[in-house]
């Protein structure tokens, strides 16, 4: 029998801003990376979706 290892372990981003709505918030790293989660029925959380997220996702802006 062959012995798995663990998966290794995500390091989580380092938050330096939270900003919340009445449904969703969204948070920005260190890496200015912007991230959202909680109701999404307008496309709040600019995934690009409308499905509401229950974890964070990284927010899709527009090139340029």
């Known amino acids: ?3 798995l290892a663990a ?3 995500a390091e989580a981003p380092v938050i330096e801003q939270v900003a919340a709505g009445a449904y969703h918030s ?3 790293d260190e890496s200015r990376h912007v991230w959202c989660w ?3 029925g307008q496309g709040q ?3 690009g979706t409308t499905a509401a997220r229950l974890a964070p996702v990284a927010v899709q802006f527009p090139a340029g």
Do not use: S
Request: some cysteine; aromatic content about 6%; glycine content about 14%.
């Open 26 to 28: 969204c948070a920005l």
């Open 1 to 3: 029998m062959t012995a």
């Open 38 to 40: 909680g109701f999404n």
């Open 45 to 47: 959380i600019g995934d």
């Open 7 to 9: 998966p290794a372990a």
